[in-house]
């Protein structure tokens, strides 16, 4: 890191408030830099005012908290939902989902300040380094990035937490005063995610006091919560309880209400080994009960509504969608195309599911939709309509076609390869 010699620079550090960014907001100090610390309230349980008066005894020059708890539900999550988005088949992607929405507001802060410089606390071995400084070149191709724990005079110096507590001891570094879990953990409003620490051991069994956003399935309410979601545009736009009658319209609400309902129901739980961008692989445990519910929910009425077709390459693209993602490449020109051809696909996509929620699973219960592709009497057992049967013989005949001539061939090959 080039040092900072005529005048201060400033840097905007995306600060948590926790151990590791405290110390880095001070070692940046030492290195001879302003600090600006930024603090993005996307939905995680922090004491944001804690965090501002740590920020300001350990000298930060300003703290700036934004709110982004809407424009990640509306820019973001919706995206995801319209996407049926899922990273290896199982994901999805909560902290993926949330960092390009924080960098982008860290951005905008180190572009109002003229800072020059931006800094982040993620790991050299992870995925979020990633996805904060793609973001970061992406829309501000000219900072500089300051990343200290790829910097060998800041992970040389600190190996370990115990390093970190020396550090911040001797700098009158606060620490923490409940005792750090032996895992890490990452919070937003669309989930809760848990690793690293005693669950690096594949076979190792999540502790059952692990999660935070739901209850145990087995010890969730006797009775199921039937629940409406309404779509429009393939994106939520009201979710009304059967039991109690209570609606939600406003997404931020909405979808809040979602992760109250599941997370009562235990829905959203998953534990996964995945492949990290990197090229490692890593085990993480993953609480994402609305976000669960409104996949399933979306499923449903896409299907219902959809071409097959179009469908067909919609899924395709909902699998480039999540690597892209995953990837921190939100602000590249191949996720602004997927993103649009996704958008395009879910104008007909309306309607509304009715589902279940109950220990642990969502269970579709029936739709309903306007746009709907399904013919009920095209598809009767016990009326005809405009559908004769007749014709199904000779798309029987042609589409086996192919397959007699396979047959062919292959009577053809045994016959001159008889010992194979």
């Known amino acids: 890191m080039e040092s900072v010699t005529s005048g201060k620079e400033t840097v905007v550090l995306a600060y948590s408030g926790g151990l590791d960014t405290s110390c880095i907001l001070v070692w940046l100090k030492e290195q001879g830099f302003d600090v600006i610390c930024y603090m993005a ?3 995680q349980d922090d004491d944001f005012e804690a965090a501002r008066e740590k920020a300001a005894k350990l000298g930060a020059k300003k703290f700036v908290l934004v709110d982004l708890r809407k424009e990640f539900v509306e820019e973001f999550i919706w995206a995801g939902v319209q996407a049926n988005a899922l990273y290896e088949d199982r994901y ?18 180190a572009q109002e300040e003229g800072a020059n410089y931006v800094s982040h606390g993620a790991t050299g071995k992870g995925n979020d380094q ?15 990035v300051i990343a200290p724990w ?6 040389n110096r600190f190996k370990g937490r115990l390093d970190l507590f020396e550090y911040a001891k001797a700098n009158n570094i606060p620490l923490p005063v409940t005792p750090k879990t032996p895992w890490s953990m990452d919070a937003n409003l669309m989930h809760i995610s848990y690793e690293s620490g005693v669950l690096e051991n594949p076979n190792h069994h999540a502790p059952s006091d692990i999660y935070q956003m739901t209850k145990d399935p087995a010890g969730s309410p006797d009775l199921p919560e039937k629940l409406e979601i309404t779509f429009e545009k393939g994106m939520p736009i009201e979710v009304k309880n059967l039991n109690s009658g209570e609606t939600k319209t406003d997404a931020l609400e909405l979808f809040l209400y979602l992760n109250e309902v599941g997370g009562r129901h235990g829905v959203g739980r998953i534990d996964i080994v995945e492949n990290r961008f990197i090229g490692m692989k890593s085990r993480g445990i993953y609480e994402t009960p609305g976000g669960t519910i409104l996949y399933h929910a979306h499923l449903d009425i896409e299907a219902f509504t959809m071409d097959k077709e179009l469908r067909k390459i919609k899924q395709a693209l909902s699998i480039k969608f999540s690597e892209q993602v995953y990837q921190g490449f939100w602000y590249s020109p191949e996720c602004e195309f997927t993103r649009h051809c996704i958008t ?25 939709s306007p746009l709907s592709l399904y013919n009920e009497e095209l598809v009767s057992m016990d009326v005809q309509g405009d559908y004769n049967p007749v014709d199904a013989g000779g798309f029987i005949k042609i589409n086996a076609l192919r397959l007699q001539e396979y047959r062919r061939l292959r009577q053809k090959q045994d016959k001159e390869n008889p010992a194979k």
């Not at 990633?130 to 900072?143: I, K, M, N, Q």
């Not at 790829?150 to 992970?155: D, N, T, V």
């Open 41 to 43: 309230n996307v939905g």
């Open 92 to 109: 999805l992607m909560g902290t993926s989902f949330a960092r390009p929405c924080i960098a982008r507001g860290q951005v905008k802060v």
């Open 130 to 144: 990633v996805r904060f400084e793609l973001t970061y070149y992406a829309l501000y191709p000219r900072v500089k």
């Open 150 to 155: 790829r910097m060998p005079e800041f992970f």
């Open 344 to 368: 395009k696909s879910q104008e007909g996509v309306a309607g509304t599911v009715t589902l279940a929620i109950f220990k642990g699973q969502v269970q579709i219960l029936g739709r309903m």
